[in-house]
T-cell receptor
């Protein structure tokens, strides 16, 4: 059974803290994605990666960075968390860019 | 510029009746369309897809219809069940160009028992 796992289901951080969200997939997929989901705004793409050490900005990259040192692992970093980054963060992977994506369970991040 | 639009943020349907969720797109290069279902506090799960060479694809209670000339797709759920209550996202991609999926904003479906 294909699997995408995320390091935490729920996370509470303080404004200004550095936050790491980690995602691991076991499907040997080339492509990995980070989204945030907010009510009424749908799924907004933050960053994606099509290969190890390669990354591309999505629609809302400001305030975020990513790291992909290994094929199976894609990390999202909030350098200095702010309250407007309170959201549900979803990681996904896919074999080809245009194919269906498989999602992890999500991390509900609250920044106080 | 929202290339994939779901104009109804919410929809309520009686249990046992048909649920119809709609999605419009603007990019004529899109040739692959998907529907995802998302429960609260869970990641979206793939439901059904359709390629632009077809106009209909069916999987059990779920049918997706594609009208290329109108740039419109719809998801029909028959009969609707309480477990179908979720947020539904449509997504599209230009598979021929290997471009990533673009998602709509979602429609919250509530099935009334």
């Amino acid at each position: 059974d294909v699997k995408v796992t995320q390091s935490s289901r729920y996370l509470v951080k303080r404004t200004g803290e550095k936050v790491f969200l980690e995602c691991v997939q076991d499907m040997d997929h080339e492509n990995m994605f980070w989204y945030r989901q907010d009510p009424g705004l749908g799924l907004r793409l933050i960053y994606f990666s099509y290969d190890v050490k390669m990354k591309e900005k999505g629609d809302i990259p400001e305030g975020y960075s990513v790291s992909r040192e290994k094929k199976e692992r894609f990390s999202l970093i909030l350098e200095s968390a702010s309250t407007n980054q309170t959201s549900m963060y979803l990681c996904a992977s896919s074999l080809y860019l245009a194919n269906e994506q498989f999602f992890g369970p999500g991390t509900r991040l609250t920044v106080l | 510029d929202q290339q994939v639009k779901q104009n109804s943020p919410s929809l309520s349907v009686q249990e046992g009746r048909i649920s119809i969720l709609n999605c419009d797109y603007t990019n004529s290069m899109f040739d692959y369309f998907l529907w995802y279902k998302k429960y609260p506090a869970e990641g979206p799960t793939f439901l059904i897809s359709i390629s632009s060479i077809k106009d209909k694809n069916e999987d059990g209670r779920f049918t997706v219809f594609l009208n290329k000339s109108a740039k419109h797709l719809s998801l029909h759920i028959v009969p609707s069940q309480p477990g179908d209550s979720a947020v539904y996202f449509c997504a599209a991609s230009a598979k021929g160009l290997d471009e990533k999926l673009t998602f709509g904003t979602g429609t919250r479906l509530t099935i009334i028992p």
